[in-house]
């Protein structure tokens, strides 16, 4: 492992997420394995050290960082390819294909213009004809912990699923999860019911609900219950049975 390069990177901040939960971080360590998506405590030290102070210095008042309190921990590998350039053109292989590769940062900024660059590279190289069926927007349904009282009394009468709540830490009701299973693109899997609905994104960290999201899963899109996933793949979450049931 090579040292954290502060005085080149932003190497992270203090960030409110659309959801509402704080993250800090992250750090900028180097690693060479393209697959070391290890975290470290000497990173959360760092990064307790780097964005305590400030946040409490920012925001009077704002709950005081709590180690105690964190939920979770990630980490990411910077795609670099050591040219500090991404590298977006066409395939000399696979017709239609453009690749967008070493997109590192800050290619969440860039992606806006990297999708006109590959719109363009598609146009000049193999010039496809317009899908007018395509529809770029979706809906947003609303999560059943943002509505309100009445909002919720009403949802549950249409549909008593709504009442039963999958996710404790985050109000998840089986109501949003079968809606998830049978969307427009089924989620069927326990992290594709997480990215839609958040069940498993609170302080337990599916603890409480993943049994019960796989449980839903299994009856709504008629899976074994040791066939499903936890990310699709192979990464099933049961390995069989413990013991045996009576009949
Ligand atoms: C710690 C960190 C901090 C960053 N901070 C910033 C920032 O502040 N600002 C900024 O602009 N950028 C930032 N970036 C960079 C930004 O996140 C990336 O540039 C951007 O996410 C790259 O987008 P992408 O679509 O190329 O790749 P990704 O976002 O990595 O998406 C690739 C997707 O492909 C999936 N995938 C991989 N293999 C397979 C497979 N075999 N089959 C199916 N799916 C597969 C992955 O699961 C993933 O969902 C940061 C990156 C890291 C790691």
């Known amino acids: 492992m090579l040292a ?3 005085q080149h990177s932003k190497g992270g901040g203090v960030i409110p997420t659309t959801d509402g939960n704080l ?3 992250p750090t900028a360590v ?8 290890s975290t470290t405590s000497e990173g959360l030290e760092s990064l307790f050290h780097r964005f305590g102070p400030p946040l409490e210095r920012l925001k009077p008042g704002y709950e005081k960082p709590d180690k105690g309190k964190i939920i979770t921990q990630f980490a ?3 795609a670099a390819t050591y040219k500090e350039d991404f590298i977006i053109e066409p395939s000399k292989k696979v017709k239609g294909l453009v690749h967008a590769a070493g997109i ?3 290619g969440l900024a860039s992606a806006p213009a990297i999708a006109e660059r590959v719109k363009d590279i598609l146009v000049e190289v193999w010039n496809p004809s317009e899908n007018s069926n395509f529809e770029p927007k979706r809906k947003r349904g609303k999560l059943f912990s943002e509505l309100d009282d009445k909002e919720r009394a009403e949802l549950i009468k249409a549909n008593p699923l709504y009442g039963h709540i999958v996710c404790r830490c985050e109000t998840v009701s089986e109501g949003e999860t079968v809606e998830a299973v049978h969307g427009r693109i089924p989620a069927t899997s326990i992290d594709a019911i997480k990215r839609r609905t958040r069940a498993g994104m609170g302080r337990c960290q599916g603890g409480f609900c993943m049994p019960r999201v ?9 899976i074994d219950k040791e066939l499903v996933t936890k990310s699709e793949g192979k990464s099933y979450i049961l390995s069989g049975k413990l013991k045996q049931v009576r009949k």
């Open 4 to 6: 954290e390069k502060v």
């Open 23 to 25: 993250q800090f971080g």
């Open 30 to 37: 180097e690693v060479c394995d393209l697959e070391d998506v």
């Open 76 to 78: 990411g590998c910077r």
């Open 104 to 106: 590192q940062s800050p």
């Open 214 to 222: 796989l449980e839903i899963i299994s009856r709504e899109a008629g």
